[in-house]
């Protein structure tokens, strides 16, 4: 057993490791599935797959624990979570499903996340306390999280390692093979190691993406951004701030993930010590910019701390929570973010999470998408591993999956950003990406509620059955629809041919007339801006389900 630090010394969490004999070297040794990237991606797929009997080979060139942003879950993702650990039975993953699961057996260094929060500001002029947007978690219904990666990532390594992964940290890979009879892989230091499949789970640095040239150049991201990132210590509740004593939200901004949004970028605040007998006085705060809007400097001209220093100037109500913070470790800071793959699966291999692509994290979806991959990708590969069928055509669902995930998400953080240019279309699109999160969290935890009480397999499986991988059916096609609209109107908005209040009229007026909506919800309303779905409101709700909703979205209400 060992007591994993922190990178200053500190016990941050205690994992007991699998004790025994350390692992000898075997040359000759071919094993299932080898797993490039022992993060949250590969950390979580090493353990399903080594819990039924896969013999896994997990690598990475780092070590852990390890500072890792990508914070936040939604309930789309803890939902997927779940259902990972009923579906391949491995309780200790269901842990990660909700903020006391994680608080109790995971991290105690984790905070709370009760809403999604966003402040609209405009450099030179005060807030406007009209001009907020909430998405509140019921806490009725669950609590989200805010995760201390280094934790929860470690967690799931060490919960590999236990199900019977092999590991191997501090191994950087420098050649890859992969042919008809399996992969062989060569590390910097000569050795080799053989398996009949390879998962690339690293992140942008993916070494299958650029051993077969994957990337796609230029990417076809529609988005723009950079971002610099840390932790720091000292941040003051926004709630406590004077420019946020006249808001009305239902839920303190402190509960939750905070967004403060301003033409050309967006700014995030995460903290982990909001909630009773919080341990960790920390808090993630990044700062995301349009490059083109706002180059990034030359770091000999301007640190990454001198060009925030410089950004809270310009908005000093969001400098009313950094007063007394001081960040804890060297800021991060990027060129710009967005890269995307071809394709994401080959003979013998696959990209999964940010090996495969990455947009922005603006809604917190890089975790929605990890666990979405693991879910479909897990079962394939035990299957695989039975059978001897590693074909490529076995796996290409992924990629179209992958392929959909990303393009869902770009259309939503291209307009968004489109959108902070003014507020009413800001407002309209923030509909738009409610749309996307709550409709299908509903279908995939109708998915899971069945799949408990009948335990078919099959039911899972169906979701895989759609027109519009990354989004789920029924509502899949609904929601592309809306998402298509919404970007071409900002597409509009941006080449200067249409006006940003039509473009929200427009966008609203959709809303209102789109019928896979609960009309409850009032999405299509301006002045609905804090939704917050309340035990009344979901009764309103599920009587709209079972009375009014079109057929193939009542199904999810019965």
């Not at 973010?337 to 013998?348: A, F, H, M, P």
């Not at 990455?358 to 695989?384: K, P």
Request: a negative charge; hydrophobic letters at 35%; charged letters at 25%.
């Amino acid at each position: 057993m060992g007591i994993q630090k922190s990178a200053d010394g500190g016990a941050e969490a205690i994992h007991q490791l699998p004790e025994g004999r350390p692992m000898k070297k075997n040359p000759h040794k071919r094993h299932d599935v080898a797993i490039l990237g022992a993060g949250m991606a590969g950390g979580l797929l090493a353990t399903v797959l080594a819990r039924h009997g896969v013999d896994v080979l997990l690598i990475d060139a780092g070590t852990h624990p390890r500072f890792a942003v990508g914070e936040s879950t939604i309930p789309y993702t803890s939902a997927m979570t779940r259902i990972i650990g009923e579906r391949y039975d491995v309780p200790e993953i269901v842990h990660l499903a909700s903020f006391r699961g994680i608080q109790d057996h995971v991290s105690p260094m984790s905070g709370r996340k009760q809403n999604f929060g966003f402040v609209y500001h405009r450099e030179g002029r005060p807030q406007n306390p009209d001009e907020v947007n909430q998405l509140v978690v019921p806490e009725w219904q669950r609590t989200e999280s805010h995760l201390f990666r280094q934790d929860t990532d470690a967690y799931l390594f060490h919960l590999a390692v236990r199900h019977g992964a092999t590991p191997l940290l501090g191994t950087r890979i420098a050649d890859i093979e992969t042919g008809p009879d399996g992969v062989l892989l060569r590390s910097d230091r000569g050795e080799e190691y053989h398996a009949e499949y390879l998962v690339d789970g690293g992140g942008h640095r993916s070494p299958v993406a650029e051993k077969f040239g994957l990337r796609e150049e230029p990417t076809r991201a529609r988005h723009h951004s950079r971002t610099l990132f840390t932790h720091m210590v000292g941040v003051t509740p926004y709630d406590d701030a004077p420019s946020a004593a006249a808001h009305k939200q239902p839920s303190p901004w402190h509960h939750g993930t905070l967004h403060h949004v301003f033409d050309g970028g967006w700014l995030w605040v995460i903290p982990f010590d909001n909630h009773d007998g919080a341990l960790s006085p920390l808090c993630s705060v990044g700062l995301t910019l349009d490059e083109r809007k706002f180059p990034k400097p030359d770091p000999q001209d301007r640190t990454p701390q001198q060009e925030f220093d410089d950004f809270l100037v310009r908005f000093p109500q969001i400098a009313e929570q950094f007063t007394n913070a001081r960040t804890v470790r060297p800021w991060v800071a990027t060129g710009r973010l967005q890269y995307s793959s071809t394709r994401t699966v080959g003979e013998r291999h696959c990209l999964t999470a940010h090996a495969a692509g990455f947009t922005d994290a603006l809604y917190s979806r890089g975790l929605t998408n990890t666990t979405e991959v693991v879910n479909s990708l897990a079962w394939r590969l035990i299957e695989a591993a039975k059978d001897g069928d590693w074909s490529t055509s076995r796996f290409e669902y992924i990629d179209r999956l992958q392929q959909g995930l990303y393009d869902v998400h770009d259309d939503l953080v291209y307009s968004s950003f489109v959108a902070f240019r003014h507020y009413d279309l800001w407002n309209a699109v923030t509909r738009v990406w409610e749309s996307t999160s709550i409709m299908p969290t509903m279908t995939v935890e109708r998915a899971y509620r069945r799949f408990m009480e009948h335990k078919d397999d099959q039911i899972l499986k169906d979701l895989e059955q759609t027109t519009t991988p990354g989004l789920p059916a029924p509502v899949g096609e609904d929601i592309s629809a809306l998402l298509t609209l919404t970007r071409t109107t900002c597409q509009a908005v941006e080449a200067g041919g249409l006006e940003a209040a039509e473009a929200a009229e427009l966008i609203f007026e959709q809303l209102r007339e789109s019928k896979f909506l609960p009309a409850p919800f009032t999405l299509g309303d301006p002045a609905n801006k804090c939704f917050e779905a309340t035990p009344e409101l979901l009764g309103e709700a599920l009587e709209w389900g079972r009375t009014q909703a079109p057929e193939h979205i009542a199904a999810l209400f019965r």
